[in-house]
């Protein structure tokens, strides 16, 4: 069929079925196994596939000796979501933690120490050592769909427990029904407090990149296809928002999300400062690679600890007191989504002060 502008037929374009487009390039390069010969910018392009917020990429890096830096870049900060910046921190801790083990695998016991707005990692030489979370990096992903519903074995419960769990960070896991139930309505009620917020909303939509070309413009936010959603043109996407985007629909996919996931898995920092935040950010990481070694998927539902009133009502029917409820997932088995993108190492490296 043949397509019309300003009334003058097209004849249609016939692509090269074998010839990548721009955003599969793209994924190939950003998501590619760790060259031997990239030296330590190679380890900050595998910090930079952690997962963080928004897909805002909050995180500069610099190079000083036998140390990298990794600093936050406030312009990427979401004041409506995290005004306290603690999704930022968390953010970095993922970052970290992946870098930890690139290093490792090119041959570097990697250190890391919290300072008060940022994250040093001095490397030492040492056998390369490639582990299981080293090698499943590149395959890790978070992702938004329905899963199967088949209950994880105890033993791989143990084994993410104990991925997600460090010294100043505990992780509760919640497979029961009725357990996973309650969750379902701090969700939903967070949910619908953020999709009724209007600052929050527009923060939101300023990070959806509603197609491929979108994506790769940017290099960030949140691409349509990694969250389950069609590609669509902007103009028509955003006419449509309104209508499918919707308070009820999107509480909706969360139940069905959540009921199809084998468990729930809440990160708890022992103290409410960044570098706890960075920590819980750290042990999220590793559960979610140790999850990705294991064959199964995860994806973050934060609405209960993001909603300052539920937070506190979270953490009383979690039973922790007064620590802080600081990351929430979802885990199970589930499908494979295209993958997000990251920007360019150039566009995160600084020069060394």
């Not at 300023?206 to 389950?228: P, Q």
């Not at 959540?258 to 570098?275: E, L, T, W, Y």
């Amino acid at each position: 069929m043949a397509d019309v502008t300003s009334g003058v037929a097209i004849a249609p374009v016939h692509r090269d079925p074998k010839r990548a487009t721009p955003y599969k390039q793209a994924i190939r390069s950003i998501w590619a196994p760790l060259r031997a010969d990239g030296g330590l910018k190679e380890l900050v392009r595998y910090a930079t596939l952690a997962a963080n917020s928004h897909n805002t990429q909050p995180w500069t890096f610099r190079i000083e000796g036998n140390r990298i830096i990794i600093v936050p870049d406030l312009a990427r900060r979401c004041s409506a979501v995290d005004p306290d910046d603690h999704h930022l921190f968390a953010s970095l801790g993922c970052a970290a933690e992946n870098l930890i083990h690139a290093a490792a695998a090119a041959g570097w016991k990697a250190t890391p120490t919290v300072e008060s707005d940022s994250i040093a990692i001095t490397l030492d030489r040492m056998p390369a050592t490639a582990t299981r979370l080293f090698e499943a990096i590149p395959r890790r992903q978070s992702t938004r769909a329905g899963y199967d519903g088949k209950p994880v074995i105890s033993e791989n419960l143990r084994v993410l427990e104990r991925a997600g769990t460090m010294d100043d960070v505990s992780v509760l896991m919640l497979t029961d029904s009725a357990k996973i139930a309650n969750v379902i309505e701090y969700v939903v009620q967070g949910n619908s407090a953020q999709m009724g917020d209007d600052a929050f909303m527009s923060e939101l939509k300023a990070w959806m990149r509603f197609n491929e070309s979108d994506a790769v413009a940017s290099m960030d936010g949140l691409f349509a296809g990694s969250t389950g959603n069609p590609s669509l043109p902007e103009w028509l996407a955003r006419a449509l928002l309104p209508m499918v985007f919707t308070e009820r629909r999107e509480n909706c996919k969360l139940r069905e999300h959540i009921q199809s996931s084998a468990g729930i898995a809440v990160f708890v920092s022992h103290g409410n400062d960044r570098s706890h935040w960075v920590a819980a950010g750290r042990a999220c990481q590793r559960f979610a690679l140790e999850a990705t070694a294991l064959g199964l998927k995860y994806a973050f539902i934060n609405q209960p600890v993001e909603v300052p009133r539920l937070r506190d009502q979270f953490a009383s029917y979690l039973g922790i007191g007064s620590q802080r409820p600081d990351l929430v997932v979802r885990f199970g088995a589930g499908p494979e989504l295209p993958k997000s993108l990251r920007r360019p190492i150039e566009q995160v490296l600084v020069s060394a002060r």
